[in-house]
């Protein structure tokens, strides 16, 4: 009988075990960056058109769903501080404050380049030209109705009513935001003195709207509006945009080819976090930038893992160089050869556990 029992032991010793193992193998094994099927990013509102075309394909090819959430580059910064998600986006690169705030650093990385249009509701009024004093002035409350001098010497011919000027602005931290605030405080020293630069100002004026989205509700909503918004959401939601005086006095709508004009000749610094405004290219659109993905240098942070952080750089290396093409159609300006060059020694440079991971 204590033989018996002694050999039913052992049998259940040994199927234990064999359960014990098969469990570590499959749960507790270190994933592969190709079991990784889900990532997730937060952030601009301005490259969110071409994230979602990207992602839809990213997909297709690679398996691997991307859950972007377009929260505004404000929120996709705090993301990043946070380690909520995988990857942030934003339109503002982060200072260097901000930046030594993020345990272990941070990456910036251009993913693509666009317009910051002038948008408008004016009936009637489909060829309106301004220049940055009068964008300016009517965001500073200066210019408060639609046929006032200033703006009747730019048009000539055009019969500008006597409406007063509903201004949109965003309302929540915004790297389109950044871009615009930056080219109005370049042109207007009064801009630069009394409200400045950043993803978020105390706005004289004006409606907000939270992202895009929301400014582009308000101009298509309200009769004799202006806005500010990345060309595409103008575009998609047939949204008149005014033509803008450049540097040379040229005056010039923005579109692919004047936004990819603007940043010919462009030289970009080391770590990408990179102002294109107010272009000297006679024929280049003035308020333009990059947008960027935001990284942890230091990938391994909370909750993190190696599988994870390989996938992320298989992502943002795909964006970078195969994801490109999908920038042209939706009126984005694919990365510059120099551009792509900077963005793959900066991911080189990604470490796990202070080792770069793309050479694990």
């Known amino acids: 009988m204590k033989r018996i029992i ?3 032991l052992g049998v259940f010793l040994l199927v234990a075990a064999a359960f014990y193992v098969a469990g570590c193998s499959s749960s507790n094994a270190p994933q592969s960056a190709s079991q990784v099927k889900q990532l997730t990013g937060a952030g601009s509102t301005f490259v969110y058109p071409l994230f979602s075309k990207m992602f839809e394909e990213y ?3 690679k398996g691997v769903e991307v859950n972007y959430q377009s929260i505004g580059s404000g929120g996709g910064i705090n993301a990043l501080k946070d380690g909520t998600t995988d990857f942030s986006a934003s339109d503002a690169y982060m200072s260097e404050k901000e930046m030594q705030a ?3 650093g941070v990456v910036t990385i251009a993913d693509a380049a666009g317009a910051v249009s002038i948008s ?4 009637g009024v489909k060829d309106l030209v301004l220049d940055g004093k ?8 200066k210019i408060k109705k639609w046929n006032d001098p200033y703006l009747e010497k730019l048009n000539p011919g055009v019969n500008l009513p006597d409406k007063p000027i509903t201004v949109a602005h965003r309302s929540d931290g915004s790297g389109t935001t950044f871009i615009f605030t930056n080219y109005l405080s370049l042109i207007s020293p009064e801009w630069k003195d009394t409200v400045g630069a950043g993803t978020s100002v105390k706005w004289p004026v004006g409606l907000g709207g939270k992202g895009s989205e929301g400014v582009t509700a308000i101009v ?3 009769p004799y509006s202006i806005g500010y918004v990345e060309l595409t959401y103008a575009l998609q939601n047939n949204i008149t945009t005014a033509k803008v005086k450049n540097k040379s006095g040229n005056v010039v709508a923005p579109t692919l080819d004047s936004t990819k004009k603007a940043f010919e000749g462009v030289k970009l610094p080391s770590d990408m976090r990179a102002l294109v405004l107010d272009t000297s290219n006679p024929e280049g659109y003035p308020i333009t930038g990059f947008t960027f993905i935001l990284l942890h240098k230091e990938m391994n942070y909370k909750g993190n893992t190696l599988a994870r952080a390989k996938a992320v ?3 943002v290396k795909w964006i970078i160089t195969d994801g490109q093409k999908y920038c042209e159609p939706l009126d984005y300006v694919q ?3 120099e551009a792509v060059d900077i963005n793959m020694k900066n991911l080189e440079s990604i470490t796990w556990d202070g080792k770069p991971i793309l050479a694990k």
């Not at 009068?134 to 409350?141: P, R, S, T, V």
């Open 313 to 315: 750089l298989d992502l």
């Open 120 to 123: 408008y509701n004016i009936p």
């Open 102 to 104: 993020v345990p272990g």
């Open 335 to 337: 990365l510059p050869k």
């Open 6 to 8: 002694l050999s039913l």
């Open 59 to 61: 997909k297709k090819e």
């Open 134 to 141: 009068a964008i300016a002035d009517i965001y500073l409350g």
């Open 220 to 222: 298509k909503q309200n």
